[in-house]
């Protein structure tokens, strides 16, 4: 008798999967960045040490700033805690929460979590923190349009919007994950999440210049505690985009397919290589490719809408 | 809808090349140097050249297989090496002849697909040859490559969209027909030849009165 999770253990330790290895794979990526530049880098372990001095230090909160200087942080990072019970993590088959929401729920789970640190980035009188927060809210907006036409493609395709049903549709035969309609929502998707993690085209994830930032720029007046959070928060908002990328469109392969205990555990370290691979190649491509001027940030955008409209054109037409 | 068309792995690969070209010919129309236009040209050529090799191996149509020969040589090879080489000997590089921004150029090549997808995709037609959403991806290629022409304002640029043009022409012509004799087929690549040959000697003459490339000139009076 072969011993079994209970669902809502699978479930947890989705969770749990995201919450403890997305620091590990934001500091392969940082790691990796740096070794392309021909610096030492910063351990791979860096993030966890960080984000437990972090921890220890005191709370700051700015003269005039409210409750929502608080509160940002922890809401975003509640947001974060709750996506990875929608998608497809460890396991190819529905858990049962994952009925709670679908692709557009997720989203707004995580534009929740965004627009949370960008209020309380608001909130403070500092410049450069509503500078982050006003960008970051603006060109979001922008980006909105392809993730809403990659959403039609898979609803067109499976019939539903639940991200197990577009993993399990690609996985169903070869032709099937080779479509066209399925390998363009991929790429637009893939576009999606080079811009969201603030890779290319105009952000310097880990620079120290507040002109070069969108997502960062909006917790420069976080401290301590809080800032353990949205930095913790935001490796984990990664992960969970890499998570949709590789297992609902890039690689649906590998996950566990039963309850059983080996197969789950198994799906961890596979599901880890494969965050790594992507983070390599995104690594890759955001040292290989010069940064845009600020306002060209719309060809990009218009890049990745073009993709996820030819997408959904090429079903419209007939097979695809 | 989906689901009515059988999902095969030779119908994906033949859309996924058609795509390609559509994809590129969106290239073109935002890539800001002339050399990386005409690198583009070439690829696009390939694709062609891949798709015409599809469907000789796969229907067995041994023409076909002569005609991605010729367009391998003559669109990958010689049209793009004789249009770099005038670029060389001009020596001026142009960068960014858009009339418009690129964004705003992508939507309205968009737009211009989007009609050109719904007006092909609504006649009642079956090739035989390859998925049929292939024709209504030619047609909107065909329709982009005109706006290249229109909105970019260098004479190489107005070239490659024509000669590009011409390979949606091809890939149509694949889709509609693919058993076209072989005569037929090989005097459509000759008047391409002939299209490079009277561009060229126009890229010339241009540069030649008037030291650019760009056409934004051509509106002056000559005393």
């Avoid at chain 1, 620091?23 to 530049?37: D, M, T, W």
């Avoid at chain 2, 191996?57 to 005038?86: C, E, M, Q, S, W």
């Avoid at chain 2, 076209?180 to 002939?194: G, I, K, S, Y």
């Amino acid at each position: 008798m072969a011993v079994e999770f209970a669902p809502a253990e699978s479930q947890a330790l989705q969770v749990l999967t995201i919450v403890t290895l997305a620091p590990f794979v934001a500091g392969f990526i940082s790691h990796v960045e740096a070794r392309f530049q021909g610096r030492r880098g910063p351990r791979i372990l860096q993030v966890y040490y960080d984000i437990g001095k972090l921890f220890s230090k005191e709370t700051l909160v700015p003269e005039r700033a409210g409750w929502v200087f608080v509160a940002g942080p922890v809401v975003a990072f509640g947001c974060y805690l709750l996506v990875p019970l929608l998608i497809p993590v460890l396991t190819d088959y529905p858990l049962p929460l994952g009925y709670m929401g679908d692709i557009l729920g997720g989203g707004f789970i995580l534009s929740l979590g965004g627009f949370s640190v960008a209020l309380a980035a608001a909130e403070t009188d500092a410049p450069y923190a509503q500078l982050g927060s006003s960008r970051a809210m603006t060109f979001g907006g922008l980006i909105e349009p392809s993730i809403l036409f990659i959403t039609f493609t898979v609803a067109v395709i499976t019939g539903t919007d639940l991200p197990y049903f577009e993993a399990a549709a690609a996985r169903a035969s070869a032709a099937a994950a080779l479509r066209p309609a399925h390998i363009l929502a991929a790429f637009a998707f893939f576009l999606v999440v080079l811009n969201d993690t603030g890779r290319i085209p105009v952000e310097a994830p880990s620079g120290t210049i507040e002109f070069g930032m969108l997502d960062e720029g909006r917790t420069l007046e976080h401290s301590g505690p809080l800032f353990a959070l949205l930095r913790w928060g935001s490796s984990m908002k990664q992960l969970v985009l890499y998570v949709i990328l590789i297992n609902v469109f890039a690689a649906p392969w590998g996950l566990a397919g039963s309850e059983r205990v080996g197969p789950v555990l198994l799906a961890i370290p596979i599901f880890i290589g494969k965050a790594l691979g992507v983070g390599l190649l995104f690594a890759v491509i955001d040292n290989s490719f010069s940064k845009l001027r600020l306002f060209k940030i719309t060809e990009f955008m218009a890049a990745a809408f073009l993709l996820a409209v030819l997408a959904i054109l090429v079903l419209i037409l007939g097979g695809g | 809808m989906s689901g009515t068309v059988p999902i095969s792995v030779f119908n994906d690969g033949a859309e996924v090349l058609t795509l390609l070209v559509l994809l590129t010919e969106f290239a073109m129309l935002r890539a800001p140097l002339s050399r990386s236009q005409v690198r583009l040209y070439a690829f696009q050529s390939l694709v062609v050249t891949a798709l015409a090799a599809l469907v000789a191996v796969n229907h067995g149509l041994n023409d076909l297989y002569v005609i991605a020969g010729l367009t391998f040589v003559l669109k990958v090879v010689l049209v793009p090496g004789i249009i770099l080489r005038l670029l060389r000997e001009a020596g001026v590089e142009l960068a960014g002849s858009h009339r418009l921004g690129v964004a705003t150029m992508v939507l309205l090549a968009i737009v211009v697909s989007i009609f050109g997808f719904f007006t092909v995709g609504s006649m009642p037609f079956h090739s035989s040859s390859l998925p049929t959403s292939a024709l209504a991806l030619a047609v909107a290629e065909i329709l982009v490559a005109f706006l290249i022409v229109v909105l970019r304002s260098d004479v190489v640029s107005q070239a490659v969209g024509f000669f590009s043009l011409e390979n949606g022409v091809s890939v149509a012509s694949l889709v509609v027909a693919s058993g076209l004799p072989l005569v037929v087929e090989t005097a459509f690549l000759f008047d391409l030849v002939v299209a490079v040959v009277v561009f060229g000697v126009l890229m010339r003459v241009h540069h030649r009165r008037t030291d650019t490339l760009s056409t934004l000139v051509l509106n002056r009076l000559k005393g």
